[in-house]
């Protein structure tokens, strides 16, 4: 994928993990920097995922952003992951702020076809009834921080924890640029109620936004 524009999203008490000079990073381990931030990649999540949604949900005291492949029956939950309440509105603030660099170098984002209207809005228990879940991804993945990238095809996200002595890369998703706008539709409708609520929430949260 070519990185062609790309933005950092490190918690306020960042730790800045130095960079490792060539050859001196273990054989399994690939490096991602962007401007002030370095974060190592275990080899196991190199690849990343590629997901074509997210469900978005408010916990107690995160964030759940599960992404999923809808390229089959039963559709797969490829990645779960978990972001404290800080650092939503700053991952929006970085979306929103990368989808107006696309545009202006790509031009508008291609609209995905809207799909025929359901009847009534599936709950919560009926969506993740028909959702596959590897027990791998049942307590999902922890991340303080994103950075975000994105080519004319494609948004690529590396989610990011800054726990000592070194940042590292906990999940890294891709997802076609058509369901961007869709992604960050639903973080802010999510983030919006979680405010409306005073910036709490109950275990379950409010329903989930695809």
């Given amino acids: 994928m070519t990185n062609d524009d790309q933005d950092g999203l490190p918690p306020e008490d960042e730790f800045r993990d130095p960079p ?8 399994d381990m690939q490096q991602v920097q ?3 931030n370095t974060a190592r990649v275990p080899g196991s ?3 990343g995922v590629f ?6 949900m408010t916990g107690q005291h995160s964030f759940v952003l599960d992404f999923v492949q809808q390229m089959g029956v039963p559709a797969n939950l490829v990645s779960r992951v978990i972001l404290p309440h800080a650092v939503m509105p700053r991952f929006i603030a970085a979306l929103e702020q990368n989808i107006s ?3 202006k170098k790509f031009g508008p984002i291609p609209q995905m076809p809207k799909p025929p209207k359901p009847p009534r809005r599936p709950s919560v228990q009926e969506i993740y009834d028909n959702l596959k879940i590897p027990d791998e ?4 993945h922890y991340a303080d921080g994103v950075i975000i990238r994105h080519s004319p095809a494609e948004f690529g996200f590396d989610f990011v924890t800054h726990f000592y002595p070194h940042a590292a890369v906990s999940r ?4 076609s640029t058509p369901h961007v706008p869709q992604l960050h539709n639903a973080m802010k409708t999510n983030y919006a109620r979680f405010q409306e609520g005073g910036g709490q929430s109950g275990p379950g949260g409010p329903p989930p936004q695809a």
């Fill in 20 to 27: 490792v000079p060539d050859g001196e990073a273990p054989a």
């Fill in 34 to 36: 962007v401007p002030g």
């Fill in 45 to 47: 999540i190199g690849s």
């Fill in 51 to 56: 997901s074509t949604g997210a469900i978005v």
């Fill in 101 to 103: 660099l696309y545009e």
């Fill in 137 to 140: 991804e049942l307590p999902g």
């Fill in 172 to 175: 890294r998703i891709f997802v």
